[in-house]
């Protein structure tokens, strides 16, 4: 059973940052695209950032330049540096993982809060 686990979520004010964190475990034989979505109240999921297994990166547009995303493929993790955050920012952040058991599947985390006053 594979299950990804987030981290570091929480309350900053606009301006602050904020690290994430997100681990898999379980049974498995490799990791490829790993990626950070958002979803905000009452709207629907979007991408925030992805990383390849050869480490290449792809960021949505409202998050260039202020976010960066960097896996550690020795622990599993894929981390999201948020830097200069804004309200607009606020959102439950998923990560997302293809994953190879048999099959390379996608798999996701249940959720990490964040909320950036103003």
């Known amino acids: 059973q594979v299950q990804l686990v987030e981290s570091g979520g929480g309350l900053v004010q606009a301006g602050g940052s904020l690290r994430l964190s997100c681990a898999a475990s379980?049974?498995?034989?490799?990791?490829?695209?790993m990626g950070w979505y958002r979803q905000a109240p009452g709207k629907q999921r979007e991408l925030v950032a992805t990383?390849?297994?050869?480490?290449?990166?792809n960021y949505a547009d409202p998050v260039k330049g202020r976010f960066t995303i960097s896996r550690d493929n020795a622990k599993n993790t894929v981390y999201l540096q948020m830097n200069s955050l804004k309200p607009e920012d606020t959102a439950n952040y998923y990560c997302?993982?293809?994953?190879?058991?048999?099959?390379?599947?996608?798999?996701w985390g249940t959720g990490t809060l964040v909320t950036v006053s103003s």
């Open positions: 997302k993982m293809r994953i190879a058991t048999t099959v390379y599947m996608d798999y």
């Open positions: 379980g049974r498995f034989f490799s990791i490829n695209t």
């Open positions: 990383i390849t297994s050869a480490g290449s990166t």
